[in-house]
Protein backbone atom coordinates (compact mmCIF):
# COMPACT_ATOMS: atom_id res chain seq x y z
CA UNK A 1 0.00 0.00 0.00
CA UNK A 2 1.28 3.45 -0.92
CA UNK A 3 -0.50 4.91 2.19
CA UNK A 4 1.25 7.14 4.70
CA UNK A 5 1.44 6.32 8.29
CA UNK A 6 0.31 9.27 10.66
CA UNK A 7 1.54 9.32 14.52
CA UNK A 8 0.04 9.89 16.79
CA UNK A 9 -2.98 8.04 16.35
CA UNK A 10 -4.86 9.92 18.74
CA UNK A 11 -3.99 12.80 20.66
CA UNK A 12 -5.28 14.69 23.59
CA UNK A 13 -4.45 17.50 24.95
CA UNK A 14 -5.31 20.45 26.97
CA UNK A 15 -6.96 24.21 25.60
CA UNK A 16 -4.53 26.17 24.86
CA UNK A 17 -1.81 24.06 24.40
CA UNK A 18 -0.10 23.10 21.08
CA UNK A 19 -0.46 19.66 19.56
CA UNK A 20 1.70 18.26 16.31
CA UNK A 21 0.86 15.54 14.11
CA UNK A 22 3.50 13.95 12.14
CA UNK A 23 3.01 12.14 8.50
CA UNK A 24 5.47 10.33 6.22
CA UNK A 25 4.85 8.64 3.25
CA UNK A 26 6.83 6.81 0.65
CA UNK A 27 7.05 8.02 -2.95
CA UNK A 28 7.89 11.24 -4.65
CA UNK A 29 5.05 13.48 -4.69
CA UNK A 30 3.99 17.23 -5.89
CA UNK A 31 2.75 18.30 -2.76
CA UNK A 32 1.51 17.35 0.59
CA UNK A 33 -1.93 18.73 1.98
CA UNK A 34 -3.39 18.64 5.11
CA UNK A 35 -6.87 18.06 5.99
CA UNK A 36 -9.31 18.05 8.97
CA UNK A 37 -12.66 15.89 9.60
CA UNK A 38 -15.09 16.36 11.96
CA UNK A 39 -16.56 13.07 13.17
CA UNK A 40 -18.98 11.59 10.77
CA UNK A 41 -18.63 14.76 8.31
CA UNK A 42 -16.82 15.66 5.38
CA UNK A 43 -12.71 16.87 4.47
CA UNK A 44 -12.12 20.53 5.17
CA UNK A 45 -8.99 21.26 3.35
CA UNK A 46 -6.61 23.19 5.32
CA UNK A 47 -3.28 23.91 3.83
CA UNK A 48 -1.16 22.73 0.60
CA UNK A 49 2.45 23.29 0.36
CA UNK A 50 5.02 21.94 -2.50
CA UNK A 51 7.58 19.47 -2.76
CA UNK A 52 9.70 22.84 -3.57
CA UNK A 53 9.03 24.32 -0.12
CA UNK A 54 9.79 23.49 3.39
CA UNK A 55 7.38 25.77 5.17
CA UNK A 56 4.12 27.28 5.75
CA UNK A 57 1.73 29.10 7.45
CA UNK A 58 -1.87 29.80 7.76
CA UNK A 59 -3.58 31.28 10.85
CA UNK A 60 -2.37 28.97 13.67
CA UNK A 61 -1.38 26.27 11.79
CA UNK A 62 2.14 25.55 10.66
CA UNK A 63 3.40 22.68 8.03
CA UNK A 64 6.58 21.82 7.45
CA UNK A 65 8.06 19.39 4.43
CA UNK A 66 11.04 17.39 4.73
CA UNK A 67 11.20 15.67 1.28
CA UNK A 68 14.58 13.81 2.34
CA UNK A 69 13.19 12.20 4.88
CA UNK A 70 9.72 12.28 3.16
CA UNK A 71 7.60 13.58 5.88
CA UNK A 72 5.68 16.46 7.15
CA UNK A 73 4.13 18.15 10.20
CA UNK A 74 1.07 20.15 11.27
CA UNK A 75 1.62 22.26 14.12
CA UNK A 76 -2.25 23.59 15.86
CA UNK A 77 -0.87 26.33 18.10
CA UNK A 78 -2.74 27.31 20.91
CA UNK A 79 -5.18 24.75 20.55
CA UNK A 80 -9.37 25.35 20.84
CA UNK A 81 -11.76 22.76 21.90
CA UNK A 82 -13.09 23.48 18.53
CA UNK A 83 -9.79 21.78 17.21
CA UNK A 84 -11.14 18.56 18.11
CA UNK A 85 -11.28 16.28 15.20
CA UNK A 86 -9.48 13.95 12.87
CA UNK A 87 -6.59 14.97 10.84
CA UNK A 88 -5.33 13.36 7.86
CA UNK A 89 -2.60 14.47 5.12
CA UNK A 90 -2.63 13.91 1.76
CA UNK A 91 0.02 13.34 -1.15
CA UNK A 92 -0.29 14.22 -4.59
CA UNK A 93 1.91 12.90 -7.32
CA UNK A 94 3.09 12.20 -10.53
CA UNK A 95 1.10 13.89 -13.50
CA UNK A 96 -2.34 12.68 -11.85
CA UNK A 97 -4.85 14.14 -9.38
CA UNK A 98 -4.57 11.32 -6.99
CA UNK A 99 -4.38 11.97 -3.41
CA UNK A 100 -3.08 9.10 -1.29
CA UNK A 101 -4.47 9.77 2.29
CA UNK A 102 -2.61 8.81 5.44
CA UNK A 103 -3.96 6.65 7.72
CA UNK A 104 -4.57 9.91 10.38
CA UNK A 105 -4.05 11.24 13.78
CA UNK A 106 -7.21 11.62 16.28
CA UNK A 107 -6.74 15.00 17.96
CA UNK A 108 -9.28 15.59 21.49
CA UNK A 109 -8.97 19.06 23.07
CA UNK A 110 -10.29 19.11 26.07
CA UNK A 111 -11.73 22.18 27.76
CA UNK B 1 -16.37 28.95 -3.13
CA UNK B 2 -15.87 25.74 -4.04
CA UNK B 3 -18.59 24.03 -2.37
CA UNK B 4 -19.51 20.01 -3.47
CA UNK B 5 -22.85 18.83 -1.72
CA UNK B 6 -23.94 15.43 -2.09
CA UNK B 7 -27.05 13.72 -1.72
CA UNK B 8 -28.48 12.35 0.15
CA UNK B 9 -26.29 12.38 3.48
CA UNK B 10 -27.53 9.22 4.85
CA UNK B 11 -29.34 5.98 3.29
CA UNK B 12 -30.37 2.97 4.78
CA UNK B 13 -31.33 -0.13 2.13
CA UNK B 14 -32.37 -3.36 1.86
CA UNK B 15 -29.71 -6.32 0.41
CA UNK B 16 -29.72 -6.54 -2.69
CA UNK B 17 -31.40 -2.99 -3.88
CA UNK B 18 -29.21 -0.61 -5.31
CA UNK B 19 -28.63 3.04 -4.21
CA UNK B 20 -27.44 6.06 -5.80
CA UNK B 21 -25.29 8.92 -4.48
CA UNK B 22 -24.92 12.29 -6.32
CA UNK B 23 -22.00 14.28 -5.80
CA UNK B 24 -22.15 18.30 -7.26
CA UNK B 25 -20.38 20.75 -7.33
CA UNK B 26 -22.21 23.94 -6.82
CA UNK B 27 -19.91 27.07 -7.70
CA UNK B 28 -16.98 25.89 -9.94
CA UNK B 29 -16.66 23.08 -13.20
CA UNK B 30 -14.71 20.06 -12.04
CA UNK B 31 -13.36 18.04 -14.93
CA UNK B 32 -12.25 15.33 -12.34
CA UNK B 33 -14.24 14.34 -9.76
CA UNK B 34 -13.14 11.59 -6.71
CA UNK B 35 -14.94 8.46 -4.57
CA UNK B 36 -13.82 7.28 -1.56
CA UNK B 37 -14.85 4.82 0.96
CA UNK B 38 -14.41 5.48 4.97
CA UNK B 39 -14.83 2.89 7.21
CA UNK B 40 -15.34 3.54 11.24
CA UNK B 41 -12.01 4.79 12.59
CA UNK B 42 -9.81 4.34 9.31
CA UNK B 43 -8.89 6.77 6.63
CA UNK B 44 -9.85 7.21 2.82
CA UNK B 45 -9.60 4.92 0.06
CA UNK B 46 -9.70 6.08 -3.42
CA UNK B 47 -12.40 3.96 -5.24
CA UNK B 48 -12.25 5.36 -8.59
CA UNK B 49 -11.47 8.26 -10.36
CA UNK B 50 -14.28 9.85 -12.47
CA UNK B 51 -13.63 11.85 -15.63
CA UNK B 52 -16.28 14.06 -17.57
CA UNK B 53 -17.46 12.43 -21.10
CA UNK B 54 -15.75 9.35 -20.21
CA UNK B 55 -15.02 6.24 -17.95
CA UNK B 56 -14.12 6.64 -14.41
CA UNK B 57 -10.96 4.91 -13.88
CA UNK B 58 -11.42 2.30 -10.89
CA UNK B 59 -8.47 1.61 -8.32
CA UNK B 60 -7.04 -2.05 -7.98
CA UNK B 61 -9.95 -3.93 -6.15
CA UNK B 62 -12.94 -2.18 -6.88
CA UNK B 63 -15.52 -4.21 -8.37
CA UNK B 64 -16.37 -1.50 -11.49
CA UNK B 65 -19.74 -3.41 -12.48
CA UNK B 66 -20.72 -3.02 -8.70
CA UNK B 67 -20.09 0.77 -8.05
CA UNK B 68 -21.43 2.21 -11.31
CA UNK B 69 -20.26 6.07 -11.99
CA UNK B 70 -21.56 8.54 -14.30
CA UNK B 71 -19.83 12.04 -14.93
CA UNK B 72 -22.61 13.21 -17.14
CA UNK B 73 -21.66 16.97 -16.71
CA UNK B 74 -19.10 19.02 -15.25
CA UNK B 75 -20.87 19.66 -12.39
CA UNK B 76 -22.24 16.53 -11.75
CA UNK B 77 -20.87 12.75 -10.54
CA UNK B 78 -23.09 9.91 -10.03
CA UNK B 79 -22.25 6.64 -7.75
CA UNK B 80 -25.04 3.43 -8.14
CA UNK B 81 -24.31 0.93 -5.61
CA UNK B 82 -25.67 -1.87 -7.34
CA UNK B 83 -27.00 -5.17 -5.53
CA UNK B 84 -26.00 -3.41 -2.37
CA UNK B 85 -24.68 -5.69 0.64
CA UNK B 86 -24.33 -5.18 4.10
CA UNK B 87 -20.57 -5.34 3.71
CA UNK B 88 -21.27 -2.30 1.10
CA UNK B 89 -22.50 -0.10 4.11
CA UNK B 90 -19.82 2.37 4.86
CA UNK B 91 -19.13 5.86 4.73
CA UNK B 92 -18.82 7.96 1.00
CA UNK B 93 -17.13 10.67 0.18
CA UNK B 94 -16.60 12.20 -3.23
CA UNK B 95 -14.55 15.32 -4.26
CA UNK B 96 -13.79 17.36 -7.26
CA UNK B 97 -11.08 19.14 -8.60
CA UNK B 98 -11.58 22.62 -9.50
CA UNK B 99 -10.13 22.81 -13.14
CA UNK B 100 -8.68 26.39 -12.48
CA UNK B 101 -6.35 24.82 -9.83
CA UNK B 102 -2.90 24.76 -10.65
CA UNK B 103 -2.10 21.99 -7.94
CA UNK B 104 -4.29 18.58 -7.32
CA UNK B 105 -6.37 20.50 -4.17
CA UNK B 106 -9.84 18.60 -4.15
CA UNK B 107 -13.16 19.79 -2.62
CA UNK B 108 -14.69 17.27 -0.56
CA UNK B 109 -18.69 16.93 -0.13
CA UNK B 110 -20.19 16.47 3.02
CA UNK B 111 -20.00 12.36 2.51
CA UNK B 112 -22.61 9.85 2.16
CA UNK B 113 -23.57 7.12 4.85
CA UNK B 114 -24.89 3.99 3.82
CA UNK B 115 -26.54 1.35 5.76
CA UNK B 116 -27.50 -2.11 3.91
CA UNK B 117 -29.89 -3.88 6.36
Known amino acids: SQQGEEDPQALSIQEGENATMNCSYK?????LQWYRQNSGRGLVHLIL?????REKHSGRLRVTLDTSKKSSSLLITASRAADTASYFC???????????FGTGTQLKVEL | GAVVSQHPSWVICKSGTSVKIECRSL??????MFWYRQFPKQSLMLMAT?????????EQGVEKDKFLINHASLTLSTLTVTSAHPEDSSFYIC?????????????FGPGTRLTVL
Open chain 2, 95 to 107: SARDWRSEYNEQF
Open chain 1, 27 to 31: TSINN
Open chain 1, 49 to 53: IRSNE
Open chain 1, 90 to 100: ATGAGGGNKLT
Open chain 2, 27 to 32: DFQATT
Open chain 2, 50 to 58: SNEGSKATY
